[in-house]
T-cell receptor, first 111, second 113 residues
Framework: QKEVEQDPGPLSVPEGAIVSLNCTYS??????FMWYRQYSRKGPELLMYTYSSGNKEDGRFTAQVDKSSKYISLFIRDSQPSDSATYLC???????????FGTGTSLTVIP | ETGVTQSPTHLIKTRGQQVTLRCSSQ?????VSWYQQALGQGPQFIFQ???????GRGNFPPRFSGLQFPNYSSELNVNALELDDSALYLCASSSPSSTDTQYFGPGTRLTVL
């Protein structure tokens, strides 16, 4: 079993829709949570970083962490065609330097 | 402020050869991590370098090795290339004040034939 699970999709939504992306994890040692966006053949770009349970908002993006359920989400409001990309969740334990990534969810926003 | 840069962009090698990939970290960042991203997968941690020393390693064999230089740039060396080494190799840097956030370069796409 992978330590971080993420539905690979693909996910296809109409422009303006609310998108929900999710990851689950099995190890309670994970305390730092990130979401990255990766366009085709490019490096991942950091979107959101959080270390506490609850919600964190940045523009159209909201990251949600539920440590009791070992579940994190990224919500995208008013989705745009430019949001079409692969979204990767990543996690880090308190001890150690390794970041653990999900497999990524491929999102297409249709104009 | 320049971001993380990597070279070369693409590389084709044959099985058994050796390859060196290069990374320049973002200005002010003294920690560099390397990742392997196979097609359709998330990045897998290879190792991290801090102050020219290896500072953590993932589940990769010793034929994957690295260096960090005094200017914090870094190299990833892979010996005895195998077909499964074909992947996007990503370098990420982080700053001393924010080690839990990493910034990635565009990657080097390695194809092993």
């Amino acid at each position: 079993q992978k330590e971080v699970e993420q539905d690979p999709g693909p996910l296809s939504v109409p422009e303006g829709a609310i998108v929900s992306l999710n990851c689950t994890y099995s190890n309670s040692a994970f305390q730092y949570f990130m979401w990255y966006r990766q366009y085709s053949r490019k490096g991942p770009e950091l979107l959101m970083y959080t270390y506490s349970s609850g919600n964190k908002e940045d523009g159209r993006f909201t990251a949600q962490v539920d440590k009791s359920s070992k579940y994190i989400s990224l919500f995208i409001r008013d989705s745009q065609p430019s949001d079409s990309a692969t979204y990767l969740c990543a996690m880090k334990k308190v001890a150690g330097n390794q970041f653990y990534f999900g497999t990524g969810t491929s999102l297409t926003v249709i104009p | 402020e320049t971001g993380v840069t990597q070279s070369p962009t693409h590389l084709i090698k044959t099985r058994g050869q050796q390859v060196t990939l290069r990374c320049s970290s973002q200005s002010g960042h003294n920690t560099v991590s390397w990742y392997q991203q196979a097609l359709g997968q998330g990045p897998q941690f290879i190792f991290q370098y801090y102050r020219e020393e290896e500072n953590g390693r993932g589940n990769f064999p010793p034929r994957f090795s690295g260096l960090q230089f005094p200017n914090y740039s870094s190299e990833l060396n892979v010996n005895a290339l195998e077909l499964d080494d074909s992947a996007l190799y990503l370098c990420a840097s982080s700053s001393p004040s924010s080690t839990d956030t990493q910034y990635f370069g565009p990657g080097t796409r390695l194809t092993v034939l």
